[in-house]
T-cell receptor, first 115, second 111 residues
């Protein structure tokens, strides 16, 4: 299995600002994913980030709002831009460990509150 | 599109009770199926998985069997403990694609 860390673990931000979340993996992985978990809700995929190519965004999510970087096989960042209270969520990164079955391991999450 | 339907919660049980959390899915093809668990204040952890029909995934006393004929993957445990209190998510996935999650079921075990 992979060990995944995220920074920050939580933050409280003001409306209109931006926050960059980091995701670090202890081994090289091809596919990384960013999910959002709104309060009391299930997980929704924001985008898929492969090293060396642009991130692929799901319907309802756009690059201007959630820019993603994937500079190497062990690291990725997600930026939440021009935040509003509706962006208050837990943001999780995950990595695909077994591509045959899409087994994914998740980071501990970043709990974001926007005032 | 693909979807996962989970038994609505919250579910409250007494310690040592039998647990079933229902999960059914809709998908084109034959996905892998997963149960993830989220303990209070923690991230999502893979609990068990099954990759083909009739496979049984098991871990920590939990079991789930991939039933193609009923498109189900119900989670069971014979005797729950207080430490099992968490939110449980059923999910499906195809290789190199996103996971599709159910809405989650909050389980509370009372001593």
């Amino acid at each position: 299995s992979a060990v995944i860390s995220q920074k920050p673990s939580r933050d409280i931000c003001q409306r209109g600002t931006s926050l960059t979340i980091q995701c670090q993996v202890d081994s090289q992985v091809t596919m990384m994913f960013w999910y959002r978990q709104q309060p009391g809700q299930s997980l929704t995929l924001i985008a898929t980030a492969n090293q060396g190519s642009e991130a692929t965004y799901e319907s309802g999510f756009v690059i201007d709002k959630f820019p993603i970087s994937r500079p190497n096989l062990t690291f990725s960042t997600l930026t939440v831009s021009n935040m509003s209270p509706e962006d208050s969520s837990i943001y999780l990164c995950s990595v695909e460990w077994d591509s045959s079955y899409n087994e994914q391991f998740f980071g501990p999450g970043t709990r974001l509150t926007v005032l | 599109g693909d979807s996962v339907t989970q038994m609505e919660g919250p579910v409250t049980l007494s310690e040592e009770a039998f647990l079933t959390i229902n999960c059914t899915y809709t998908a084109t093809g034959y996905p892998s199926l997963f149960w993830y668990v989220q303990y209070p204040g923690e991230g999502l952890q893979l609990l068990l998985k099954a990759t083909k029909a009739d496979d049984k995934g098991s871990n920590k006393g939990f079991e789930a069997t991939y039933r193609k004929e009923t498109t189900s993957f119900h989670l069971e445990k014979g005797s729950v403990q207080v430490s099992d209190s968490a939110v449980y998510f059923c999910a499906l996935g195809f290789g190199n694609e996103k996971l599709t999650f159910g809405t989650g079921t909050r389980l509370t075990i009372i001593p």
